[in-house]
């Protein structure tokens, strides 16, 4: 019998929200090495307060996140870096600066983080965006590259300093259904080519259907984690009608 991979993240017992307004309560879950794992909710059922909270942004009002074991919240200087060079995200908007072409935004934290030559950081760089499929591209602005380039060189990004875990806010937001398809095979090839472990929050179902080994469905209501698993086997046997309704995609 195969062991399933140990968990690369650990919530524990996490409560977040803003000043005395709670979105999460309790919250409990882990991120296996290597999955594509997505968190899922309706608007306002707090994915995105969570993921800031899962990559240090904000600090939660009670628990935990470990990476590797570590307390992002509780890590500072030296610590709290060698935990944030683990990870790399990708923003909703992609966040690339309009005055620095794709591959000078690839280098970003590699000048940042790195002591490396300019020769070396290039190269690194175009290696980046050669992984998806951006090289030929390289010179060019954000504002000349369509939506689906701009979330690709914003991954490239994200890759730049040979992460473990990456976190993706809604990757394909504001993308046609042509270009969404090629994202998601992008990530499936990302996470089984290199082994990198996803972390998405989305409210594009076939997306999830397509990536997601595992995923969490967040309750407003509850404040709480209303279903985890597979996301094929939670829309046809959540044990929640409106979790099934809501991965079915069918009116309450």
């Not at 000078?104 to 690194?124: G, Q």
């Not at 980046?128 to 060189?153: C, F, I, N």
């Not at 990456?166 to 080519?193: K, M, V």
Request: glycine share 10%.
């Amino acid at each position: 019998m195969n062991e399933l991979p140990a968990s690369l993240i650990k919530v524990r017992d996490l409560t977040i929200g803003y000043g005395e307004r709670v979105v999460l309560e309790n919250v409990n879950f882990e991120v296996r090495r290597g999955e594509v794992f997505a968190i899922l909710g309706a608007s306002g059922s707090g994915k995105s307060t969570l993921l800031k909270h899962m990559i240090g942004l904000l600090p939660p009002i009670r628990g935990e996140v470990l990476i590797s074991g570590a307390n992002i919240a509780d890590a500072e200087g030296a610590d709290k870096t060698r935990i944030l060079r683990k990870f790399g995200v990708l923003y909703q908007g992609g966040a690339l600066f309009g005055s620095l072409t794709a591959v000078e935004n690839v280098r970003l934290p590699l000048d940042e983080f790195t002591e490396l030559s300019d020769v070396a950081k290039d190269l690194i760089a175009l290696s980046k965006l050669r992984l998806v499929g951006l090289e030929s591209a390289a010179t060019r602005l954000p504002a000349d590259l369509s939506g689906g380039m701009q979330k690709r060189a914003a991954i490239a990004r994200a890759l730049a300093l040979d992460p473990c875990i990456l976190f993706l806010d809604e990757p394909s937001a504001g993308l046609d259904p042509i270009t969404s398809a090629g994202l998601d095979a992008l990530i499936r090839g990302l996470a089984g080519g290199l082994g990198i472990t996803f972390v998405v929050v989305t409210h594009e179902l076939p997306s999830i259907f397509a990536i997601a080994d595992r995923t969490i469905v967040l309750d407003p209501t509850t404040r709480s984690i209303a279903a985890e698993g597979a996301p094929a086997y939670l829309r046809e046997h959540a044990p929640q009608q409106w979790v099934r309704q809501f991965l079915n995609r069918e009116a309450a």
